[in-house]
């Protein structure tokens, strides 16, 4: 299996949790890119994602310049999932209403959840249907298109998690990337599996099978130099060249007298 056909587009709107996020995805064993918010819908659409994941961001939706995606991203048929800045965003495109809060939240909230929508099952515990999350927005949906409807609410947001089960798209207030979300990462891994239908086949082992394939296939029989700076970037660079064509590597290494005592005899040793 390819590799990279189960990949999750991350669109970055500025949010400090955005590489989280990626982080959390690839845990799952799925492959995934963050591009701007502004990529583009050409780039979106050739970028043939199996999901897409909007990331918060410390951006107003009635703020002048905040950023906005387009509109198309939502028609490409793929699932959608907008976090915090995205969910907002996302109720703001689609014909919904948002409005500032009264109450800004950050930090933890309990919030209620239906443990029959595809974001939450069997994520909280048996027989439960609330979940500790962390919170961090002043803005919040008032009203949400036709076709969703609210799954989760706290008792500051009456729309904490929103869903629009015919077209996959969702939202969620909260940030299940980060830690203080315990069971944030079961939250991304349906979207991922559930939603998107990804497999885990995202893995180290995977990844280097299909480099070596790459680099064999790209190469041909042709001769290579590779030069090694004495990092690990450039090491393991050189160890997938060889595994893929052998002898016509060729590793070029100069010491140049300031690298780390016995850094020289390791970097010829491997």
Not at 41 to 69: C, E, M, Q, T, W
Not at 217 to 245: F, N, P, Q, T, W
Not at 251 to 265: P, S
Request: charged share 25%; aromatic share 8%.
């Amino acid at each position: 299996m390819d590799i990279h056909s189960q990949k999750i587009l991350i669109l970055d709107f500025g949010s400090q949790y955005t590489q989280l996020i990626a982080r959390r995805v690839r845990e799952a064993k799925v492959y995934c890119e963050i591009h701007p918010y502004n990529c583009g819908p050409d780039f979106i659409r050739s970028f043939n994602a199996r999901g897409i994941i909007l990331s918060g961001g410390p951006s107003s939706v009635y703020d002048k310049g905040a950023p906005v995606v387009s509109k198309s991203v939502f028609d490409t048929g793929v699932p959608v999932l907008g976090i915090c800045y995205g969910m907002q965003l996302t109720a703001k495109l689609l014909g919904g209403r948002v409005e500032r809060s009264k109450k800004r939240e950050y930090g933890p909230a309990s919030i209620s959840v239906d443990t029959t929508a595809a974001l939450f099952k069997d994520v909280a515990p048996a027989g439960k249907d609330r979940l500790n999350v962390w919170m961090s927005h002043g803005d919040k949906v008032r009203e949400m298109q036709a076709g969703f409807k609210a799954i989760a609410q706290s008792d500051n947001t009456r729309i904490g998690a929103m869903a629009d089960p015919r077209r996959r798209i969702y939202g969620v207030q909260f940030h299940p990337e980060v830690v203080h979300t315990p069971e944030g990462s079961k939250i991304l891994k349906n979207f991922l599996f559930r939603v998107c239908g990804c497999y885990p086949s995202w893995t180290m082992k995977s990844f280097v099978e299909t480099a070596i394939a790459q680099i064999r296939e790209k190469v041909g029989d042709a001769k290579v130099v590779c030069g090694i700076s004495g990092g690990v970037d450039s090491a393991v660079a050189a160890v997938l060249v060889h595994k893929a064509i052998g002898d016509n590597l060729t590793c070029i290494f100069v010491d140049n007298g300031v690298l780390r005592k016995n850094e020289a005899e390791k970097v010829e040793a491997t």
